[in-house]
């Protein structure tokens, strides 16, 4: 989900269909990205005997598992299913097909009044949300559920991205300029970025070097380039080169 990334994979070969054109293909190989997909999409490939190579990510799939375990056990004990995440969103899409599509989705505090809190609640967490959002939505329903309701929640946000904030913190806060290289339709990236921008005001999202606005070289001391976990490797190598180039200039 890195623009510049598909666009280099295209360049080999690679054509990026929708499910739509999905459902039409027969005997094909087709690759599934990193968010995952709904059981249906496996249903699809196996009924028209589509080839998939599988690269979502591990962490999504054990994720995948245990939300329709606990979907399966809902159906008897009447258990509402909530996912904190962003709605329409490739891998939420891909966790509400583990409940056949009755989880239901949550992106903030106001969005809570969707459920009812005199049933019990189980809760799970997008893996690249915000642990600090996460973790106000817990105590949220803890403050609201009633006495008698049980409430479960697990933390399944990814820690290749948790992990990684206050150390980006650290980084963005010992530099005079920040470039954070990310794909606009990132999640995750919007968020690190966020977290860059709360320690220094000078951090400017860009997704290729051509966005850089050789002004903001002048009267800086330190430059940092930092990014998504999806950012791709070469792209911020070729940033920080071109940003060499400009200061040489």
């Known amino acids: ?102 989880a239901i989705v949550v992106e903030k505090i106001e969005d809570l009044d969707r459920l009812d809190f005199g049933r019990d609640i189980c809760l799970f967490s997008q893996t690249t949300k915000s642990l600090d959002g996460f973790r106000k939505i817990v105590e949220e329903i803890y403050q609201r559920k009633a006495k008698n309701a049980r409430f479960e929640y697990h933390d399944t946000i990814c820690r290749q991205v948790a992990n990684r904030m206050p150390k980006l913190r650290e980084f963005a806060a010992t530099h005079d300029l920040i470039f954070f290289v990310s794909g606009k339709k990132s999640s995750n990236g919007k968020m690190l970025f966020e977290e860059c921008l709360k320690v220094n005001a000078n951090s400017h999202l860009i997704d290729n070097e051509k966005e850089i606005d050789p002004s903001l070289l002048q009267n800086v001391k330190s430059i940092g380039v930092c990014g998504a976990t999806s950012t791709p490797k070469w792209l911020m190598e070729k940033i920080y080169n071109h940003i060499r180039t400009l200061i040489k200039e």
């Open 1 to 102: 989900h890195n623009s510049l990334e598909v666009e280099r994979l295209q360049a080999h070969g690679l054509r990026t269909i929708d499910h739509r054109e999905f459902s039409a293909l027969k005997g094909k190989k087709v690759l599934l990205r990193a968010h995952g997909e709904p059981p249906s999409t496996y249903e699809v490939a196996r009924q028209n005997d589509i080839t998939i190579v599988d690269a979502t990510c591990p962490v999504v799939l054990q994720l995948q598992r245990k939300i329709h375990k606990s979907y399966q056990e809902s159906r008897i004990n009447n258990t509402q299913l909530v996912i904190y995440g962003k709605k329409g969103h490739a891998e939420v899409n891909g966790l509400v097909g583990q409940t056949e599509g009755t």
